[in-house]
Nanobody, 124 residues
Framework: QVQLVESGGGSVQAGGSLRLSCAAS????????MGWFRQAPGKEREWVAW????????RYADSVKGRFTISRDNAKKSLYLQMDGLKPEDTAMYYC?????????????????WGQGTQVTVSS
């Protein structure tokens, strides 16, 4: 059974940093595109970043570009999101997700496996 478990969320002040982690079990990440998404109250879940299996290709939503860094460690079956320069508008539940394909997309419907999420709250 595939399981993705996020951790690392919390409450920080604007300008602060957090590092989210996502651990996979029952599933080999090495051939899959992985992504981070987030959902703020009353809003749709939106794509934040994705990373190819080879770790050499990454993409970011414009809202986080230059502040967030996605990375992965296939040997550890883990995905990470380093978040710097956090803003109040980054407040949301953050989810990691995995595709069954090596190709990446920002469309959330294309991701088959999802974690339960970790809450990030940024105060001004």
């Amino acid at each position: 059974q595939v399981q993705l478990v996020e951790s690392g969320g919390g409450s920080v002040q604007a300008g602060g940093s957090l590092r989210l982690s996502c651990a996979a079990s029952g599933y080999s990440l090495s051939l899959s595109c992985m992504g981070w998404f987030r959902q703020a109250p009353g809003k749709e879940r939106e794509w934040v970043a994705w990373i190819y299996p080879t770790r050499t290709i990454t993409r970011y939503a414009d809202s986080v570009k230059g502040r967030f860094t996605i990375s992965r460690d296939n040997a550890k079956k883990s995905l990470y999101l380093q978040m710097d320069g956090l803003k109040p508008e980054d407040t949301a539940m953050y989810y990691c997700a995995a595709r069954e394909s090596a190709d990446c997309t920002p469309r959330r419907t294309e991701y088959k496996y999802w974690g339960q999420g970790t809450q990030v709250t940024v105060s001004s």
